[in-house]
């Protein structure tokens, strides 16, 4: 089976327990403003690997990984492409190599063949880093295209099934660092028994030069980043301390 992705990362060290091996899908069902990756929106315009190939270059980087490190699948979105990446998790738990899954939910359902496929792929999945893009469901409209409601499913049936899983807060000025939301935010967060890590990301400015070369506007070039003290209220909040980070080789 053939999947398209839009590139690899050989020694990722911000993208799941340990040192990993990153796989960029190509195609995503969200348009986030503070997308700093518009190039893999479109799925076509990835380059097509087969499984074995990725698992082949995957296992060249494997003694760089220490105890906790394997294969993580990013974006783009990788549920995306669910056939191909199920494939590829059943192969490398054939090779005994450690799996995670960077989403943000968007294309998850709990209906029919899709879910199905899902609940074998969860497991073969070890953990999950999922963002909460925006906790109210009209901004995260506003600011991603698409409802929350099914990522929403998403949280608590991983929850159901107790599969682990980081949450990341991008924090945006202006958008998603009031105390109003970030509280909403930490009172979700405690509704899940699943979750072994919480993380802010401060909002950045890094893919604007994209936009401008594939000739699209860019909705929030008047946003600056946050302030340190700011990404140190949104820590606070949404009490990132108090979850107990997996120590990483």
């Keep these: 089976m053939q999947g398209y992705i839009h590139q690899l990362e050989s020694f990722g060290c911000a993208d799941g327990p340990g040192s990993r091996f990153i796989i960029f899908f190509a195609g995503c069902p ?16 990835g380059k097509l690997y087969d499984t074995d190939t990725l698992i082949k270059e995957a296992l060249s980087c494997r003694s760089y990984w220490g105890k906790k490190g394997g294969i993580t699948v990013s974006g783009g979105e ?20 450690n799996t995670c899954i960077d989403t943000s939910g968007g294309c998850f359902t709990e209906e029919g063949e899709w879910f199905e496929k899902f609940k074998k792929l969860m497991e073969l999945t070890d953990i999950l880093l999922m963002d909460i893009k ?6 995260h409209i506003k600011l991603t295209g698409h409802s929350m409601a099914n990522i929403r499913k998403m949280f608590l049936y991983l929850d159901k099934i107790n599969k682990p899983i980081w949450i990341r807060q991008v924090l945006t000025p202006g958008i998603t660092d009031s105390v109003e939301y970030l ?12 979750v072994k890590r919480v993380e802010v990301l401060p909002y950045h400015g890094l893919g604007i030069m994209k936009y401008k070369t594939m000739g699209i506007d860019y ?12 990404v140190a209220q949104a820590k606070q909040i949404l009490e990132c301390d108090s979850y107990t980070a997996w120590k990483e080789s």
């Excluded at 348009?31 to 076509?44: E, I, L, Q, Y």
């Excluded at 492409?81 to 190599?97: N, P, R, T, V, W």
């Excluded at 509280?183 to 699943?194: A, G, P, Q, S, V």
């Design 183 to 194: 509280t909403k935010t930490r009172d979700f967060i405690r509704t899940l028994h699943n």
């Design 134 to 139: 925006h906790i109210d469901e009209e901004e």
């Design 30 to 45: 969200l348009r986030c403003k503070f997308c700093h990756n518009p190039d893999t929106w479109d799925m076509s315009k």
């Design 219 to 230: 909705p929030l070039k008047d946003t600056p980043s946050p302030t340190e003290e700011s």
């Design 78 to 97: 990788p549920l995306f492409q669910l056939d191909f990446l199920l494939e590829l998790f059943s192969k490398a738990k054939e090779k005994g190599i």
